[in-house]
């Protein structure tokens, strides 16, 4: 089972940058394929950002492509997601997930806590 911890989140003015962090444990991170998704009060989970094993594959939603970038760091078993250019609409806790499956099997078998991200206009 895989244990995954997201931090980074916090309080940001539209326009803006902020990156959150996924620091993952239990099984080997360069199996991993990673992801981010994200909830805003009253909707469902929406997917934001996906990145292969070796990070030579990414997938964007296209509310977030141009602005936000999803990274891997294997040697510290840490995923990121860096997003720009922040918007009121992007208001949501960001939840990682995680799972060892081939790119391309689109869902994923472990979750973190979340962490909140707050874009005041």
């Known amino acids: 089972q895989v244990q995954l911890v997201e931090s980074g989140g916090g309080l940001v003015q539209a326009g803006g940058s902020l990156r959150v962090s996924c620091a993952a444990s239990g099984r080997t991170f360069s199996g991993l394929r990673m992801g981010w998704f994200r909830q805003a009060p009253g909707k469902e989970r929406d997917f934001v950002a996906a990145i292969g094993r070796s990070g030579g594959y990414t997938d964007y939603a296209a509310s977030v492509k141009g602005r936000f970038i999803i990274s891997r760091d294997n040697a510290k078993n840490t995923v990121y997601l860096q997003m720009n250019s922040l918007k009121p609409e992007d208001t949501a806790v960001y939840y990682c997930?995680?799972?060892?499956?081939?790119w391309g099997t689109g869902t994923f078998g472990s979750w973190g806590q979340g962490t909140q991200v707050t874009v005041s206009s």
């Open positions: 997930a995680a799972d060892p499956r081939p």
